[in-house]
T-cell receptor, first 115, second 110 residues
């Protein structure tokens, strides 16, 4: 199993530009999570999907952030327009909800730097 | 979900057992204890979880006190590659969210 795949691994962009982060969950998993990690705030949940439906987006910072999951094998997190304070590592995780082990498996992350 | 309290940092000699404590005094009956770790620049990695019985797998052992108000993660023979931040998380089995807190930064010393 390839695990959770994220792309790009690194992204450097200028303030005001649109940024799109991509995630492919583990095959067969039915939940997907987007987290953001910074030194100041640690690891915080932004949004999660269950069976491709957004369940809780209360962690999404503001309207500049949006996430979609068009099918069970793909999700995007978009920031438009990006700002320097969005610089962070963004992690995607997936899990199989309802199983005996509802464990989240994390991808390697996307390191975003907004100049 | 119950809050957890962990020491900010710990050191352990290579080859010795690393015992990482976690307090979760407000845990409720249906909440599990999970442990994850994050090695620098990588995504968090699942280690182990349990409800009330002690658990062991190829990575670690989890000891949960009888009143379930605290637990200890044991790495039996720490190696330099075990240097990481270790997160203790308590969550209900009906929810999907993990709240990671600040964790314990474990440094394994040669």
């Amino acid at each position: 199993d390839a695990g959770v795949i994220q792309s790009p691994r690194h992204e450097v962009t200028e303030m005001g530009q649109e940024v799109t982060l991509r995630c492919k969950p583990i095959s067969g998993h039915n939940s997907l999570f987007w987290y953001r990690q910074t030194m100041m705030r640690g690891l915080e949940l932004l949004i999660y999907f269950n069976n491709n439906v957004p369940i809780d987006d209360s962690g999404m910072p503001e309207d500049r952030f949006s996430a979609k999951m068009p099918n069970a094998s793909f999700s995007t997190l978009k920031i438009q327009p990006s700002e320097p304070r969005d610089s962070a590592v963004y992690f995607c995780a997936s899990s199989l909800v309802g199983g005996l082990q509802e464990t989240q498996y994390f991808g390697p992350g996307t390191r975003l730097l907004v100049l | 979900d119950a809050k957890t309290t962990q020491p900010t940092s710990m050191d352990c000699a290579e080859g010795r057992a690393a015992n990482l404590p976690c307090n979760h005094s407000t845990i409720s009956g249906n909440e599990y204890v999970y442990w994850y770790r994050q090695i620098h620049s990588q995504g968090p990695q699942y280690i182990i979880h349990g409800l009330k019985n002690n658990e062991t797998n190829e990575m670690a052992s989890l000891i949960i006190t009888e009143d379930r108000k605290s637990s200890t993660l044991i790495l039996p023979h720490a190696t330099l590659r075990d240097t990481a931040v270790y997160y203790c998380i308590v969550r209900g089995n009906t929810g999907n969210q993990f709240y990671f807190g600040t964790g314990t930064s474990l440094t394994v010393i040669p």
